[in-house]
C-alpha cells in the first residue's frame, strides 16, 4: 500500500498530496499504461516493484529492447574481440527473465542487438517465437559482431525462421530490420501483406529470395539494403506503388537499379558503381543522394543523370575527383526541376594539380532553374594561400551565361586557388538575382590570409543585389 504523505505549502499551509492528484497509483490503468510505455525500458522495468497495479503495467510494456546497455549497462568498443563468455550467458539469462515476466500481449516491437555465435541460435529462436506468438509488430535483430576482424571470420549466420510466419502471424508484421543473418524463404512463402519498412544490412540472401520477398510485400513505403552483396540486379516490382523511400549502399556487384515504383520520392545510392538505373517516366522522386567516390561520377552527373531522374528537386552528390577538367557536353539534358544542389567534391592530388574548379560552371548549365548551390571541397586543409598568388589579368572568363534563379551559393572548403576564384567570378556576373554568397575556409590554418585574399579577388566582381560573406 502506498503511504500518503502530508507536505507543507508555500505558505506553511499543510497539502494532501492525495487530494492534489499527485499519487499515480490513483490513476486509471490505461493512463498509467501510456506514462510507462513512454519510458526507456530499463526505467519502465522498475516501476514494477511500486505496486502489484505497476507490475501489471509493465508485464504489457510494449517496446522490448534488449542491447549490452539495456542488459548489461555496458558499451563494448568497436575495436575489442569477442565479449566474454559470462557476459553473454549474462545477457541472455535477463533477456529470458524479461520476456517470462511478460504477458505476451500489447507488443509492438522486439530489438536485439548483441552478437551471438551458432551456439547460441536457439536462444534467438525461443526470442522470435515469442515475437511472433505475442503478434508484435515490428522486430529488429542485429546479431553483428562488435568488430570488423570478427565479421572477417565467417561466421555461420543465424538462419531467420520465416517458416513460423504463416499468412495469419505475417499479417502483423509492419517493420523487418535485419542485420547480420541469413534469409532463406520456405517454399510457398505467403510475404508480409502488411509490411511497411524493411530494412536488410548485411544480410546473405539471394537475389531470387529478395526478389520473392521484395514481391510478397505490397504496402512497403520504406526500403534499406546495405553491403548485400550477393546482389548484381536490384528490381523493385511493379506493384510497390507505395514506395516513397529506397536507401541503396555498399552492395559490392550490385551493376543495375530498375525503380519503377511510382510514388518514390526519396532516393539515396551510397558508393556503389552502378551502372544503369532505370526510373521509367512514372518516376516522381524528389529528393536523391548519390555517394559514388568514382572518379567518373561528373561524367555520369552531366550525361545521364538529368534522364534518370527527371523530376528530382533537391540532390545531394559526393565523389572523388581526380579528373582535371570536364565540359559540359553538348545536346546534353539539364535538370528541369532542380532547386537544390549539394556537391562535395574529394580531389586527388595536392592543391592546384589535377582539378580545374572552373569547368564545374557546367553544372550550372546542368540546371537552369537552380535557386541554392553548395559546393564543399574536402582535403586541403593546411594549403598555405602563398602558393595562389596570381594576377588579375591572368584571370580566366567563360561566355556570359545568365543564371536567372540562382539566389545562394555557399562554397566550403574555400583555399582561395586561382580556379576557385575564377568559379565565384562567374557566378557572381551570372546570377542575375544572387542574394548571398559565403565563402569559408573552413579548418584551414591560414584562415585569416584567405579572407584577406578572397576579398581582393572579388569584392569588384559582386554586384549591387548580392552580398559576399567570407567566414
Not at 27 to 47: C, N
Not at 173 to 182: A, C, P, R, T
Not at 407 to 413: H, L, T
Amino acid at each position: 500500500m502506498v503511504k500518503r504523505k502530508r507536505q507543507s505549502g508555500k505558505h506553511g499551509k499543510t497539502i494532501d498530496v492525495r487530494s492534489a492528484g499527485l499519487v499515480l497509483d490513483d490513476l486509471p490503468e490505461d493512463v498509467l499504461w501510456l506514462i510507462i510505455s513512454r519510458l526507456p525500458m530499463r526505467d519502465a522495468a522498475r516501476t514494477s516493484i511500486v505496486s502489484r497495479k505497476f507490475k501489471r503495467i509493465w508485464r504489457s510494456y510494449p517496446k522490448m529492447s534488449f542491447d549490452s546497455v539495456n542488459i548489461l549497462n555496458y558499451q563494448p568498443e568497436s575495436s575489442q574481440g569477442c565479449i566474454s563468455r559470462s557476459r553473454t550467458d549474462k545477457f541472455i539469462k535477463n533477456v529470458d527473465a524479461v520476456l517470462q515476466q511478460h504477458s505476451g500481449q500489447g507488443v509492438k516491437e522486439l530489438k536485439i542487438n548483441f552478437f551471438l555465435s551458432k551456439q547460441y541460435y536457439d536462444h534467438v529462436d525461443r526470442w522470435v517465437n515469442f515475437a511472433v506468438a505475442s503478434k508484435a509488430e515490428e522486430i529488429f535483430l542485429d546479431l553483428s559482431p562488435p568488430s570488423q576482424n570478427m565479421i572477417a571470420r565467417n561466421h555461420e549466420r543465424y538462419n531467420f525462421p520465416l517458416h513460423l510466419f504463416t499468412n495469419h502471424d505475417a499479417s502483423y508484421m509492419q517493420g523487418f530490420h535485419v542485420k547480420f543473418i541469413s534469409l532463406k524463404l520456405p517454399p510457398r512463402f505467403g510475404g508480409f501483406k502488411n509490411l511497411k519498412a524493411l530494412g536488410l544490412h548485411s544480410i546473405d540472401v539471394t537475389k531470387e529470395d529478395l526478389r520473392c520477398l521484395l514481391s510478397n510485400c505490397y504496402v512497403l513505403e520504406w526500403l534499406k539494403i546495405y553491403r548485400c552483396h550477393h546482389l548484381c540486379n536490384l528490381r523493385i516490382p511493379h506493384h510497390l506503388c507505395q514506395l516513397q523511400y529506397l536507401h541503396v549502399e555498399q552492395c559490392r556487384f550490385l551493376e543495375t537499379i530498375e525503380l519503377p515504383a511510382v510514388n518514390l520520392a526519396n532516393f539515396t545510392l551510397k558508393w556503389q558503381r552502378v551502372t544503369s538505373i532505370v526510373l521509367g517516366n512514372s518516376s516522381r522522386v524528389t529528393k536523391a543522394c548519390f555517394y559514388y567516390l568514382n572518379s567518373d561520377a561528373l561524367h555520369y552527373f552531366l550525361t545521364r543523370l538529368p534522364g534518370d531522374l527527371p523530376h528530382v528537386k533537391t540532390l545531394y552528390f559526393e565523389l572523388s575527383w581526380k579528373n582535371g577538367t570536364f565540359e559540359f557536353p553538348k545536346r546534353a539534358s539539364i535538370f528541369v526541376h532542380l532547386k537544390h544542389l549539394d556537391l562535395t567534391l574529394y580531389p586527388g592530388g595536392k592543391p592546384g594539380e589535377g582539378e580545374d574548379f572552373l569547368c564545374l560552371a557546367s553544372i550550372l548549365e546542368a540546371a537552369p532553374y537552380m535557386e541554392k548551390f553548395g559546393l564543399h571541397v574536402k582535403q586541403y586543409i593546411g594549403s598555405h594561400p602563398d602558393y595562389y598568388y596570381y594576377k588579375e589579368e591572368e584571370k580566366r572568363r567563360l561566355p556570359k551565361c545568365p543564371h536567372l534563379y540562382l539566389r545562394i551559393v555557399e562554397i566550403s572548403g574555400f583555399f582561395v586557388s586561382k580556379d576557385q576564384i575564377e568559379l565565384a567570378t562567374h557566378i557572381l556576373n551570372n546570377a542575375t538575382v544572387l542574394e548571398v554568397m559565403t565563402l569559408d575556409p573552413e579548418l584551414n590554418v591560414f584562415y585569416k590570409s584567405i579572407r584577406k585574399l578572397a576579398w581582393k579577388h572579388l569584392c569588384r566582381e559582386v554586384p549591387h543585389h548580392a552580398k559576399l560573406v567570407i567566414l
